[in-house]
Nanobody
Framework: QVQLVESGGGLVQPGESLRLSCTAS????????MAWYRQVPGAQRELVAG???????NYIDAVKGRFTISRDNAKNTVYLQMNSLKPDDTAVYYC?????????WGQGTRVTVSA
């Protein structure tokens, strides 16, 4: 059974940093392209950053240069380092497959950026 457990969110001020973690189980993590998504109330979930199984990564324009996605296949974990956070980054963040997300999402981790 696929499980995705996100952690690391919190309340921070604009300009500060957070590091999110997502530990996965129930599938061969090293063979799967992974991604971080985020969702705000009333909006669709959006892909923020993706990382292929070979380590190649991609980002939406809104976070380029500020966020870094990485993975540790030995720990079945994908990370999202978020620097220079802005109020617009406030959302619940989730990890999932980059292609055809697994239908059962984790609980997510809430990030709130506010002065």
């Amino acid at each position: 059974q696929v499980q995705l457990v996100e952690s690391g969110g919190g309340l921070v001020q604009p300009g500060e940093s957070l590091r999110l973690s997502c530990t996965a189980s129930g599938f061969t993590f090293s063979g799967v392209h992974m991604a971080w998504y985020r969702q705000v109330p009333g909006a669709q979930r959006e892909l923020v950053a993706g990382i292929r199984n070979d380590g190649d990564s991609n980002y939406i324009d809104a976070v380029k240069g500020r966020f870094t996605i990485s993975r540790d296949n030995a720990k079945n974990t994908v990370y999202l380092q978020m620097n220079s956070l802005k109020p617009d980054d406030t959302a619940v963040y989730y990890c999932n497959y980059m292609m055809l997300p697994y239908p059962q999402w984790g609980q997510g981790t809430r990030v709130t950026v506010s002065a």
